[in-house]
């Protein structure tokens, strides 16, 4: 049976674990052949492993604007184009789970700052950057990640409202192009592979957010610019 996503190519960076792990096995199921993009080359392997010969995996640190010119062309080379990319790196502050909390600001070291903004929102930027003229000529999808958070996470949340800006204002810029560039809200804390099985037990896990990210991956151009949510089986546009 054919699946949602047969004969499309989706990049993942962030896939070694998680929610991008999860996205990477969720969208292979569904017939696409993933690059997977993580600094974790270890798991990466492993993850790679598990979803087989629809899966190559490509070790990146999307700081560096080198490594992810190189995964986006290997990307193309390897499966012949890129019609997804899914940008899942991040730093993140896992305080539901214990995780102790960052510094306040006036107590944070400003190598600190730049290192959560680099990966988060600058890592958003080179990937989306390089994969863009790839994904114009099929007319395909970005998926960004938006996310909440409270106090300790200034950082954290700083990039994440920018990134839910830098969606809009590029959709902008692509629409004649046909791209469609989404921004995915989970909606609440997520409990990873990596989190205590009391937040396991507490938290969903990323299993959960598997189809906004299908979802999302073929949304219509209508939703272009929109961060979104998925209520009752179906996107809907967070206010």
Same mark, same amino acid.
């Given at each position: 049976?054919?699946?949602? =996503? ?19 096995? $969720? +969208? ?25 010969? #629809? ?13 992810? *010119? ?7 080379? @390897? +499966? ?13 502050? @896992? +305080? ?15 190598? /600190? ?11 958003? /930027? ?7 003229? %790839?994904?114009? *000529?099929?007319?395909? %999808?970005?998926?960004? =990640? ?5 106090? /300790?996470?200034?950082? &954290? ?8 800006? /830098?969606?809009? &204002? ?14 995915? $809200? ?12 009391? #937040?396991?037990? *507490? ?5 959960? =957010? ?5 979802? #999302? ?23």
């Amino acid at each position: 049976m054919a699946g949602a =996503l047969d004969g499309r190519v989706a990049v993942i960076t962030g896939s070694a674990k998680g929610i991008g792990r999860m996205v990477a096995r $969720s +969208f292979a199921g569904q017939g696409a052949k993933v690059v997977l993009a993580d600094v974790d080359e270890a798991r990466l392997k492993d993850t790679a492993g598990e979803i087989g010969a #629809a899966a190559l995996a490509v070790p990146t640190d999307v700081r560096s604007e080198d490594q992810v *010119r190189a995964l986006v062309a290997r990307a193309a080379q @390897h +499966f012949g184009g890129i019609d997804v990319l899914v940008n899942d790196a991040g730093i993140v502050p @896992h +305080f539901q789970w214990g995780v102790p909390k960052w510094p306040r600001i006036r107590d944070m070291e400003q190598a /600190f700052w730049e290192r959560v903004q680099d990966v988060n929102l600058g890592g958003t /930027f080179l990937c989306t950057k390089h994969a863009l003229p %790839h994904i114009e *000529r099929r007319g395909g %999808h970005i998926v960004n =990640l938006h996310g909440g958070g409270g106090q /300790f996470a200034v950082a &954290y949340v700083t990039t994440k409202e920018a990134i839910r800006v /830098f969606s809009r &204002y590029v959709a902008d810029e692509e629409r004649e192009a046909g791209v469609c560039v989404i921004c995915v $809200s989970p909606s609440g804390a997520i409990a990873t592979e990596d989190a205590p099985e009391e #937040a396991r037990q *507490r938290l969903p896990g990323p299993e959960s =957010l598997e189809q906004l990210f299908l979802q #999302a991956a073929q949304a219509p151009m209508d939703l272009s610019g929109k961060t979104v949510r998925l209520v009752d089986g179906k996107l809907e546009v967070v206010p």
